[in-house]
């Protein structure tokens, strides 16, 4: 079994990604006694997380779910047609007349095939702040800022990593479905010797930071639904805002920071919910407050 790592295996950036918590997420499986387990992102964004668990050999399949369908061919180009990627990562000029043709493409999708679509998503990923689609390219349309359009664009790293990723596609599964949707048809087909990691759109600022948001309702219901439906072993994290709270409010929680940034602003406290059924090692990262050892 790998030990922990702070290695970061997944090519793409994410807004509140949380690959920082992979290691903690190794002493969860740990803990529950959830080795060689599948393990599930209902809302797969960057990834970071499960790809760390794969490639330490902490579980034996994990699977990638979001319904923003750009996202979804990203996975789905990675593991089917690699080459074709890493081909154009390897030619592409990085440029702003390059990122006006990608941004054409994702606008215009329908007109585009899957590889095409996943690599327009992937380069505006890597050349947007933040990795935000909805945010302009680093560096500002005369590339006068203090980072240039490629300041995040290492292509060798990037391929290495699309081809690490390939080379598990035999043990990764993703799928392009709303996360409702998933929990009641996907969840209740794979192992109860699973963990799922719910890491829904961020309640404040979710509406600058991704494609697809939600509103109040719509976070909500999936509160109801998570806590009504699901019966493997979960773990939900969010924005520390006080209706999310009140949603989990019979939960064991915790708040922390992981001191990121997302675009203009810095995300500070989060919160991390537990199913009833999660054994919770001590946390290797600050805890700010929580109702489970007080």
Not at 80 to 95: A, E, F, H, M
Request: charge should be positive.
């Amino acid at each position: 079994m790998t030990g922990a790592t702070n290695h970061f295996y997944t090519p793409l950036r994410y807004p509140g990604g949380k690959s920082r918590l992979a290691s903690y997420f190794q002493r969860i499986l740990k803990e529950n006694r959830l080795y060689d387990s599948h393990y599930i992102e209902p809302y797969a964004g960057g990834s970071g997380i499960a790809l760390t668990l794969l490639f330490t050999e902490y579980c034996s399949h994990i699977h990638l779910n979001d319904i923003y369908y750009p996202l979804f061919c990203f996975w789905t180009s990675a593991l089917r047609n690699p080459d074709y990627l890493c081909c154009r990562i390897k030619d592409v000029q990085i440029t702003p007349r390059v990122w006006d043709k990608q941004k054409m493409i994702l606008k215009n999708s329908t007109d585009y095939s899957m590889d095409e679509i996943a690599f327009a998503f992937f380069f505006l990923n890597r050349t947007n702040r933040s990795g935000i689609l909805n945010a302009g390219m680093i560096g500002g349309r005369n590339q006068d800022g203090q980072w240039k359009i490629d300041a995040r664009f290492n292509k060798q790293k990037l391929i290495n990593r699309i081809n690490d990723i390939a080379d598990y596609s035999h043990r990764i599964s993703v799928y392009n479905m709303d996360a409702s949707d998933f929990i009641c048809r996907i969840l209740p087909t794979l192992p109860n010797h699973s963990l799922i990691y719910f890491d829904p759109p961020y309640y404040d600022k979710g509406r600058r930071l991704y494609a697809d948001y939600y509103e109040n309702d719509d976070h909500q219901c999936i509160a109801s639904i998570v806590q009504k439906k699901v019966k493997q072993p979960w773990i939900m994290t969010y924005d520390n805002n006080p209706n999310v709270a009140s949603f989990y409010q019979n939960r064991r929680w915790l708040i922390f920071s992981l001191n990121h940034t997302a675009g203009s602003f810095r995300i500070g406290k989060e919160l991390m919910v537990f199913a009833d059924s999660v054994r919770i090692p001590e946390p290797d990262f600050a805890i700010l407050h929580s109702n489970i050892w007080d």
